[in-house]
């Protein structure tokens, strides 16, 4: 059925994404020739940094998708959520953005340190029937140290969502080996683009080609087509 994007940022001028239409168009383009037939935008919601609420990226989605052309993926809303008190909160009462069905919800963290009582937090998430899905854990620095300090999360029932450039040393040496290490762990549901901008899509390819190489066929088609369905209609194992 193609593969599956879950994270990426080709809504323009609304976080560090793309800038203009025609970027947007091409990222997706690019994209869909590498072979994903579905693209998740996933905005940042990050206050301070990318002051987005969940009805300024509707509105920047809908501007959007009434500009597209035919002939690209299949496109769907919705956010990359910075786990802080704030946003937090809007996680809870239904102002954040849920992937399509309100099942999962893509969470990140501050890359050198995870937060207070985290795992209880992804909880409360999983108790109001929401799984948090952890934006590349590869790129976070207690994980270069110890790969255990993702299970108190992993027990509360969150799941693992590989970058799939941090294969081919796009964030450096240390992200590198943590996703090769999560990779030969089976720890991930499933692996994404995380594409910015339209020439992103060329290390996106490379990268598909190197997983292939790590993990073989099956596998690349479960990390980037089954996953991120599974995730999707809520029927994680």
């Given amino acids: 059925m193609g593969y599956v994007d879950l994270h990426s940022h080709w809504v323009p001028d609304v976080d ?3 800038r203009t239409v025609a970027d947007g168009v091409a990222l997706l383009r690019a994209l869909g020739d590498a072979g994903f037939t579905t693209v ?12 987005n609420d969940k009805k300024r990226l509707e509105q920047a989605f809908a501007a959007m998708c009434g500009q597209l052309p035919a002939g690209l993926p299949e496109v769907h809303l919705a956010s990359e959520h910075w786990f802080d008190d704030i946003v937090f909160e809007r996680m809870l009462t239904g102002q954040g953005l849920p992937y399509p069905g ?4 893509l969470v990140e963290f501050n890359p050198q340190a995870f937060p207070l009582r985290v795992a209880e937090r992804l909880m409360d998430l999983r108790r109001k029937g929401i799984t948090p899905v952890i934006a590349h854990p590869e790129r976070y620095q207690p994980v270069w140290k110890d790969r255990d300090c993702l299970e108190p999360m992993l027990d509360a029932g969150a799941c693992l969502l590989l970058d799939i450039c941090s294969l081919v040393g796009k964030y450096g040496a240390a992200p590198k080996r943590a996703a090769e290490k999560l990779l030969e762990e089976d720890a991930y549901e499933a ?3 995380d594409a910015h901008r339209p020439a992103d899509v060329v290390e996106v390819r490379k ?8 993990v073989g066929k099956e596998e690349r088609v479960r990390l980037l087509d089954l ?4 995730i999707l209609a809520g029927t994680l194992g």
């Avoid at 940042?44 to 940094?49: Q, T």
């Avoid at 990268?207 to 790590?214: C, F, K, P, Q, V």
């Avoid at 996953?227 to 599974?230: E, I, L, N, S, T």
């Fill in 40 to 51: 998740v935008a996933t905005p940042h919601m990050r206050p301070g940094m990318f002051d």
């Fill in 207 to 214: 990268a598909i080609d190197r997983l292939d190489a790590l």
């Fill in 191 to 193: 692996a994404c683009s």
């Fill in 227 to 230: 996953g991120p369905r599974a």
């Fill in 102 to 105: 309100g099942r999962a919800l």
């Fill in 16 to 18: 560090d994404g793309v």
